[in-house]
């Protein structure tokens, strides 16, 4: 069979760039493979798709070399117009990409710039709608949608255009975990259905995994590192070493001792054939230290009985009620439009709650202004480009202090305090355009916490970055949360932030409080995920497989360890920026 | 003068629309009656600095009188076409402002302060009264008040937001140097 | 949090019209509006407007708040219409009655009054045909018809995008300015003027901030389907024009003919039942 795409030698180089962004590739793709791409932040896989949906050299111009083929077509020739016809591109900002005023007309798009006929522009969208289950919607805006229907919308979108391959860049970025199972789910239909050729450009490799893939190809630093069926990539480190996440029961058994072997079929824990490692996993487990009961701390935040609605029939928070004790890392789980982003806003004081209260250190909060209540509780925005607004750090920094009338010379003081805290200090006279995203992301964090709040609450501080940026950001946290002693409530819908990095979870569904226990407890309880649209843990799956009556321990064990690797790691090779 | 129309620039007007009607919510009053400053002024003035005059104008267009028509419930068109000038006129220089490499520097602001103010006087002390009069009989000394005050109005709040806003983001968006960190 | 006046399907004859028909009828009228003086023509669009209102089955709730601001709006126009010509009226119609004095060099005339008779009806002749076009055409089908009578399509689809984005902008606005908030950085608080600024701009940066990222985004999106390959587009919204568009478009530019007409016969444009 011939290849679909076909990379022969393939180099690459940006314009503005001295060194190329891909070296050498060589890569045979084969009509109606289903392949996963997978690498850290820069690692040059965003680049490799670019380069065959045509965006490169179309509108990011550069220097080829080697030669590269898509279903016929050189891209260099046939331009991002030509490549359109035949490869499809679903972008990870849902939003961005719905550009329609309604479900019809986002799908309809690319037909309509075709100037395809009225009447054959109705047939094959809802063609396309029915593929991508939308054909119920069609009259609906986009501010009626969720995340998921949204991307569906855009699959909709390229799949009406009959291309020969789909190209998925971050798909699982900003979903939940339901709608992220949904969406692999119907990419795998489709594939299968359509016959199309699926990329898929992901770093959650356990949770594309959660339907069959044919091949996982590795990326870093522009050259392919590997590139193997997911049953015998499983069982080589290739992943942990370019420091992506393994599926966790892949993790789990790797730290019982055993070396998996690809006829296990450790693709999926379901089909998997655990009986070689029963035997380590449970010994690992008995051998693992229980977790050290925690001290009980004084009440930082407290919420009691707290019911919120825009009107009287649409209440969006009922009886909400919990605490949440100082030095605490609490996160606020739940699917879209479960609350959780109004409880964070009543907090704040954007809004008041229609009845209960909200206690700050024992004191009620009602009275206080939302700059009052800013100076106590930090609210940190999903994107720093949403806070950031001036140009030098030290200025962004100290913004919040300066407008308060703090002296100048005090200012300095703080801003300088915070900035060695988040490891900003050796840039403290750079312009906020030299950082990178993290490091923006710290300046906006740092320019909160120079107020010294009581409590820091963080908006989606992962949402739409890749494993890199996130564990850089996560471990910042993580950091602040042990040398300060700093409480943090995060809000999430990324199950490994909130089963690595949190010591309680608080999920919310159709806004009432149905759990409030450690997340390695809320993610091995099958109701509770189900009722949240949560993601049960492989972890789970593995424990009972193998015997263990007591999965959540498992799992929290599980956590501490890898928490325990990864303090060793950091302590040997300390960060000193 | 920007030839090329593209996709980029089409968005812009879209966005930018989008941008001026929402920011039609903010109005900084002065202490006159009535005159208020307009932050949506300086948002289209810095669009029309990125993307050229066509951007600017048609933000100018349907920016105000969709801004008008949703949230105060009419079209005061005597005002919208002297808003046409100010978003052109501003972009007519937008090749020499140089913010998104990075180079917005004083002497562009200078130059971009020099072409708003141009652009606003044509814009509220000679079109806008003269179409008040022409289109709606309306008494002269009472519009060229009026014209005056919005003069005055938005030169300041282009003049100020609107240079912030360029030479903000032409530092934080634009190109940076070799930086070395500090102990 | 402003609540815009925005579209809502009730199937009614006034919404099955053609999107450009609407835009028509309310850009005459606004025209007609505009120029005449003719009171009897002025009472006459307000008939008009008031059964085509009617008639579009729009509710009070979609457009009150928005009718109080403009009443506001009228009220001051017409205060500082009289507070700076209050001898507009007598200029215009060339007869000074006097009513009665007021203080200082104000009288009331007869003049005065019925000029400014004429200014108030005029808002009321424009406003319900803004709230009809705003209510019930529907911006897909808006966009495809500006585009058929010769709007270049790249124009009338920045229009759509702007309509599909106000809403996504002005949620960006209201959580940045709120979390501005929290740090401190009111627009609200009693400062200078000069400082009243900057504290706008720490809002408002931010949001353009992100607003060109999102430029960036949504024209990648739209290259990689294609959006300017080739000069013309056709729209999946595109709605024929029907036996009613023409009627209403025909009857309309009859009516502002026979306006102008009737309002320019005497060689001016200001009519008075006492002239």
Redesign the interface.
Known sequence: MEPIIEFTDFTFRYRAQKEPSLFGINLKIYPGEKILIAGPSGSGKSTLAHCINGLIPGSLPGEITGSLTVAGLNPEKAGVFGMSKKVGTVLQDTDGQFIGLTVAEDIAFALENDCVPQEEMFRRVDRAAEMVQMRDHLDRSPAELSGGQKQRVSLGGVLVDNVEILLFDEPLANLDPAAGKRTISLIDEISRDQKVTVLIIEHRIEDVLYKDVDRIIVINDGRILADARPDELLCSDVLMEQGMREPLYVTAIKHAGCRIRPEDRPQHIEQMNLEPYRGAVLNWFENTPAPPARPAADTVLEMEQVCFGYSEKHQILKNVGFRIRKGEMVSLVGQNGAGKSTLASLICGFYQPDSGRILLSGEDIAPLSIKERGERIGLVMQSPNQMISKPMITEEVGLGLTVRGVSEEEVRERVEDTLRICGLYPMRNWPISALSFGQKKRVSIASILVMNPEILILDEPTAGQDYRHYTEIMEFLRGLNRETGLTILMITHDMHLMLEYTDRALVLTGGELIGDRTPAEILTDPEITERASLKKTSLYDLALKCGISDPAAFAHRFILYERSLRQTASGQGREVQ | MNKKFGIREVVAIGIGTALFVVLTEIQIPIGIPNTYLQPRMAVMAFLAAVFGPVVGGVIGLLGHALGDALFYGGVWWSWVFPEVIVGAGIGLLSKSYKVLEGEFDRRAAIRFNLVQIIANALAWILLAPVLDILIYAEPANKVFIQGAFAFLGNIIIIGVLGTILLFAYSRVAGKSGSLTKED | M?K??SYEEKGTWIHRLSGITKLIFFLIW?ALS??T?DTRILLVMIMISLIAFACSRTKWKQ?GS??R??MV?MV?NLA??FI??PE?GCV?YGTRKVLFYIAGHYYMTREQLFYMFN?MI??FT??PA??I??VTTN??ELAASMNRVGVPY??S??????????????G??H??R??????????SAKAR??E???????????????????????????????????K???????KPLGRNDRLVLIGTVLFFIAGIVITYADGS??WAYWL
Request: charged share 20%.
């Open positions: 402003a815009l006046l606004c505009a120029l003086y457009v928005v009718f601001v403009i709006f001051l500082a219409i700076m010509s507009q215009i200014v005029k808002y424009v406003i803004v709230f076009f705003l911006p897909s790249t124009i689809y920045a229009l759509s995008i702007a309509l599909r984005y106000i809403p996504d902008v002005q960006d606005f959580r940045i709120n979390a501005q908030e929290a740090r401190g950085i009111e627009m003027l000069g009243r600024i900057r504290r706008t701009a720490s809002i408002i940066f931010p949001l353009l901030f992100s607003s060109m990222e999102r430029i960036e985004v949504v024209s990648n999106a739209m290259e990689l389907r294609s959006f300017g390959k080739n013309k587009r056709t729209w999946y919204a595109m444009r200001f």
